[in-house]
Every structure is written in C-alpha cells, then in structure tokens.
C-alpha cells in the first residue's frame, strides 16, 4: 500500500531522512519507531504532501506520490500529534467544514457523520465546541475528522500521547475494528512500546536511518532474546547454570539468546526448572538494542 | 463549489466566534470615530475656517457637514484597511495553530483555499464597515447632513472597493507571516501608519510637494479621494448653491483631497476607479501565485 524506496530528505547540512526503504502492506498495523528528530514526522510529511523530498520514490497504492497528488491524498487519513480542529467552532462545524474538503456534504455527510459518532460515541458531543472537551474526546473527534472520506490508509502520529489508559483503550477498540471491517492500513508512530508491540510490523529508525525492521516477534527474537524466570529454586543451584541472572521478588531472572537455548537449558537441568516461566523480550529492549538509545513512552516531542 | 463555499462558511464562523478579533475589529471603526469627534472635530473645523476668505461667511450647519463629512471619510478609508487586516488574521492563525497542514493534507487546491480566506474576509470586513458606515452617517446626520441617495450609494460602493484592495493587500503580505508576534506586528505598523499615508489623518495637500508627489503614487490615496468626494460632495454642492465662489470651492475640494493630483494633473473619479480596480485585480494575481508556487514548491 505504501512503497518508500531510497528516500532522502535534508534540510541544510542536517540529513533528517537518509536512503530509507520500507514497505507497508495493505491492511497492515505498521508501526514506525524512533526517538524524537530520528525522521518520522519528515517521512510522514513527505507521505502526506506537505514536504517534498530530495531523492528516492514514494508509491501510495502503486502511483507514485507527485503523479496525482489529489488522488493520493484522498486515500490518506492523518491524525496529528496535536488536535489542529478549529478550537472555537463545534464538532459538528468542524467536520462538516472538514468534510467539504473531500467534496462531502448534505446527506452524505449526515450519513457518515452518524456513522462516525456512533462507531466513537460522540453523539453528545457534536454540539460542544472542540476547544471545551477533554483530550480524550478531542482526540475521537480528530479520529473522525481522519476517517470522514473512508481513507484507504490511516496515518496515526503518536495518537495516543497524554491520554488515559482508557482512552487509549477505547481508542485502539475502534480502530482495530475500523481496521479489520474496511481493511483499512494503519501506520503509526507512537513512543508506547505496548502499541508496537501489536503491530504487524514494526520499523526502527534513527539518525533518519532504517536501524532494523520485522514483526514484533522477529524482532524480540534477533535484538532482545528470551527470559527465563524460574521461581522456587536455590541461588547455588541458579549459580550452577552458568549464566547471567538477576534476583527479582520471588525468584531469579535468566537471559537467554533465544528459545532453543532456553529449551536446552532447562532440559540439561530439569531438576532445577520445576516452576517456571519463558518470556519474549519486550520491544524497549528491542528499541535499546537496535539503537542503543531508549524511548520514553508518553513523551510529547 | 462546495468547497469552496464551506471554506468561506468556515472562515467567516471562526471569524465572528473569536470575539477578540471580531470585537478588536469592530470596535477600532467605533474608536477612531469617538476620538475624532473629541480631538480633531475642532482642529478640522478651524482648518476649514480658515481656508474661507474674509467676509465671506458659512451657516453652521454646513461648516458642522464639511467637518464631519471629513471625519467620517477620512475614518471610512482607514478602517476599510485596518479591518481587512484584522480580520484576515485568521489566515496567519490556520498556520500558527496547524490547521493549514489539516487542510493541505486533503485534495482542496491551494488557489481554492486562497479564494476562501480572500471572499471570507471580504465578506466579514463588508460587514464590519458596513455598519461603520451606517454610525458613521446617523452621525453626520446628526451634525450636518448633505449626502444625496446617490453620494451614499456610491460610497458604500467606495467602502467595497477598498475593502476588496484592503483584503488583497493583507492577503499578499499575511502570506509571508506565520507567528502570532508577527501579526501583531503588521497589525501595529498598518493601524499606525496606513491613516497617514493614504491621507486620511492630514489631507496630503498639507505634506510637501515630493511626499504629495510620492503619495499621489499609492492606491490608498485614490480610494481615501473616493470616499471623500462622496462623503463631501452634498456640502460642495450646498456651497454652490448658496452661491459661494467657484474658486473657493475648488480650493476647499484641494484642501481635503478631494482633487488628487498626478504629474500636476487633476485625477478624474473614473481613473481613481480604474486605478483602485486594477491594483486589487494584480494584487489578487500575485495573492493566488504565491499560493500556486508555494503548493508547487510542496510536491
């Protein structure tokens, strides 16, 4: 859905994006991950339209970006960082003005608009102006001004920044469903590893670099390997294993390159893992890892 | 169509719901009116005075006309611009506040977006100085009277014809702004300076012949002469009729602009028209391929 081949992007000396290539496939959760200024809102802006770029190619739906740019950007639905609705004016204002950009209006919109406020639960809201509701219930309606035209790909950047856990929550529900109902593609930036971590795949960058790139799982496996934690044994039997651990509440935490290692461990020692348990690195160690530098969750840029 | 249309909606809703800059719009009109009326009522009434040769005497009333016809046209001509310029902020805002990126990521055309921001701001100037000129003129209905149906008629025509220039005017400068500091700052520098170089504060017949000469150049001078003319032909025409000097009444139309002069040539009505309508047709021009260009520069 999205093809980004050899793309570069600088702004003076600074080389914000450098030679990046990834592939978004159609109906994917693509999640992109970087610390603040490592190119994700570059590359984003030059998806979106808004930012040329020096070198490489950008296909949206197999047509490259700057053959029809209108045609593009109907297919596109952005959510920015920060809500860039019309703080004065109503919900139900600002959508109407918002859909008019796509040629939407009269029953059409009335249509949709019942459509989006059902699928959000913001009925009540579609007289209050944006500026008086809550980040929770601004951010639904910045969702709904995203999918006003049924966009082929949405674009998510950090949508979830500063919001409570139930938001999020909320938020995620109706976007996997939308997701999965339309088979709408889904890119996201995001600083919460927990989001990565279900997305279909996941590309890392920095320095405006491609640093690694994979399913969640793939990449645990190569950057962050597994944990054993093993409950109920002795230190000196934990010691007699002969590799790295550290002692948590109520038991001992072993890393271990990969599963297969795991398995032969506990196999060359069963009478010590009686209780215990495998787990997959998480993505922060996998973000550590692949770039040696770590992402705070919930950090507004 | 549509589009467009619900642009404009937009524009002129955010407009009137942004009480700040509706109200700060609104009111300046209001101001100058009240300050002129308390500071330089008296000073354009001895002016007037004493530009009248001796023995020749004026009925109160008609001196109170000629002054106030000078008061509201010389406010008339300004607000035009400083409104425009106030209420075309929301064009700066959108960038300020990123909703010009929530507009640039649909298939909305630029010159579309830009003809938005320039009939909205058209349309709510319109309104504002519209109801400027309605106080403006229950005022010299007040202190003296003169205008014909036709004199008010045309100069509501003056009033949209230096709005259309004031729109246009901020519309290529706001293009190059997009912080809020910087809209103060134009805003400042047009409210204080604009009043004096389009001779609506002092008349320029009282600058010195190059700045006179300098100043016939500019637009703003012409639409200022427009409304003048139509604000002060009834009380001209009172003294014609009341069988004043033709010499003295020519003088008095050189003394407050209502004679602008190019080259030391007298500027006919119809070219002041001309030359007003053509400035807002290229400025218009150069609003629209800035907003082309700069879409362009984008892909």
Known sequence: MIKIENLSKSFGEIKAVHDLSFQVREGELFAFLGINGAGKSTTINIICGQLSKDTGSVLIDGIPLEKNPADTKGKLGVVFQKSVLDQALSVYDNLQSRAALYGISGKEFK?????????????????????????????????????????????????????????????????????????????????????????????IIDGGRLIAEGTPLELKNTYAGDFLTLYGAKEEDVKTLEVPYETIRN?????????????????????????YELTKGKMDDVFLAATGKKLEGGQEE | MTTLFALIKRNIKLFFRDKGMFFTALITPMILLVLYATFLAKVYRDSFLA???????????????????????????????????????????????????????????????????YIATLISTLIICFI????????????????????????????????????????????????????????????????????????????????????????????????????????????????????????????????????????????????????????????????????????
């Open chain 2, 51 to 117: 530009g009248l040769p001796q023995g020749l005497s004026m009925a109160e009333e008609l001196i109170n006309g000629c002054v106030g016809g000078q008061l509201i046209s010389s406010i008339l001509a300004v607000s035009c611009i400083t409104v425009a310029f106030c209420s075309n902020m929301l064009m700066v805002q959108d960038k300020a506040n990123g909703s010009l990126r929530d507009f640039s990521i649909s298939p909305v055309r630029a010159s579309t977006m830009a003809i938005g921001y």
């Open chain 1, 251 to 275: 038991g001992y935490r072993i890393q271990v390159p990969h599963t297969a290692a795991a398995t032969q461990l506990i196999l060359q020692h069963p009478e010590i893992f009686e209780d």
């Open chain 1, 111 to 203: 249509e949709r608009l019942s459509e989006l406020a059902s699928l959000l639960d913001f009925q009540d809201l579609l007289k209050r102006p944006v500026g008086k509701l809550s980040g929770g219930q601004r951010r639904k309606i910045d969702i709904a001004r995203a999918l006003l035209h049924h966009p082929k790909i949405l674009i998510l950047d950090e949508p979830t920044t500063g919001l409570d856990p139930q938001t999020r929550k909320l938020l995620w529900n109706v976007i996997e469903k939308i997701r999965k109902e339309e088979g709408m593609t889904v890119l996201l930036t995001t600083h919460y590893m927990e989001e990565a971590a279900d997305a279909d795949y996941v590309v």
């Open chain 2, 132 to 299: 400027a000129a309605g106080i403006c003129l229950l005022y010299t209905g007040k202190v003296g009277f003169y205008m014909s149906g036709k004199d008010v008629a045309l100069l509501f025509g003056d009033i949209l014809l230096l709005t259309m220039f004031g729109t246009a005017l901020s519309s290529v400068i706001n293009f190059f702004l997009s912080t809020q500091g910087q809209i103060s700052a134009v805003g400042s520098i047009v409210s204080s300076c604009y009043g004096f170089i389009c001779g609506a504060y002092m008349p320029i017949s009282q600058f010195s012949e190059g700045l006179q000469k300098v100043l016939s150049i500019l637009p703003g001078t012409h639409g200022t002469s427009l409304v003048r003319n139509h604000c002060l032909q009834g009380c001209f025409a009172e003294m014609e009729a009341q069988h004043f000097p033709k010499e003295v009444v020519d003088a008095m139309r050189d003394v407050v602009d209502c004679n602008v002069y190019f080259m030391d040539e007298p500027v006919a009505l119809s070219s002041m028209y001309l030359y007003l309508g053509a400035t807002v047709a290229v400025l218009i021009g150069i609003y629209v391929v800035l907003n082309v260009i700069k879409s362009k520069k984008a892909k």
